[in-house]
């Protein structure tokens, strides 16, 4: 076509189970004008000659790259992805999932709607439903993961409450997400871009469930009952130490965000100061932190995370 409005970047390893019904999935939306850009992470099964297959009979564009070497990471592979993008709206996708039919047209019209400048970083999310590897599909992943639908900067600074298989982007935001350079300093790809948006732009949510989110034991980051006993126990096993190194991964993360754009795009001086400070929360002591997140209404969702947070973090 040549002409496309949004591009569809698809990271890929080992997904023969699921991939057809994926693509099938986006075959079928209901707004055409898109393309489809796939990066396979060295796949040793049936995923590059499904993608292929799918790529001779599908009507829209849809180029498939092999990284050589393998990036062994999504949050890289979908990174490297984001280059090739040359379309106004960009989202990405997962290799596993089922999209509805509308997923592509709403996200799209709620973006045009909100997007008044084309300056402004705008991210597009939405709920979706969690299907289970038996194929009962029930939850709302926000209900089902107990996370908040409004983004609050304050919330999403200790605890990303976007999920990228949902997401849509607009250029300024590629643009600004290509400036990071070192990737091993970010804990996601769609954390990031969540990041980039609440900062200086904006980030809108969409209440109608978009897609269907496969949940199954080889999901790079899987959704996760958050009152699920197991899960608890899970958490609490892993202990003081593997705590306070996420905590320390998202102070990091944070710092590097600082590093990266403040001086460029100086940010609101409130919002600085509330950036710099959770940057240093590690050097500080456990008072001194408990005083901040109460102080700045910094907590995760959810009593036993919450309680977590005091204790260890």
Known sequence: MGNEKVTILMATYNGERYLPEQLESL???????????????????????ILLEF????SNSVEIIKNDPPT???KVNFMQLLVKADTPYIMFCDQDDIWEPYKVQ???AYM???????NIPILVHSDLTVLEENGKAAHSFFEYQNLPTTTKLSSLIIQNSVTGCTVMINKILQERMLQAKEYNKIIMHDYWAALIAAIYGTVGFIEDHTMLYRQHANNSVGAKASLNPLYLVKRLMQGRRGY???MEESRRQVSYFLATYEKQYPIEEKKRKFLEDYALLGTRNKFYRIRFYIRNEVYKRGFIRILMQFIWG
Do not use: F, H, P
């Open 27 to 49: 075959q079928q939306q209901e707004y055409k004008n898109w393309k489809l850009i796939v990066a396979d992470d060295g796949s040793s099964d049936r995923t590059l000659e």
């Open 55 to 58: 790529q001779k009979k599908c």
């Open 72 to 74: 062994g990471l999504a």
């Open 106 to 108: 709403c996200t799209l």
């Open 112 to 118: 045009e709607r909100i997007e008044t400048d084309i």
């Open 244 to 246: 306070k190194d996420q």
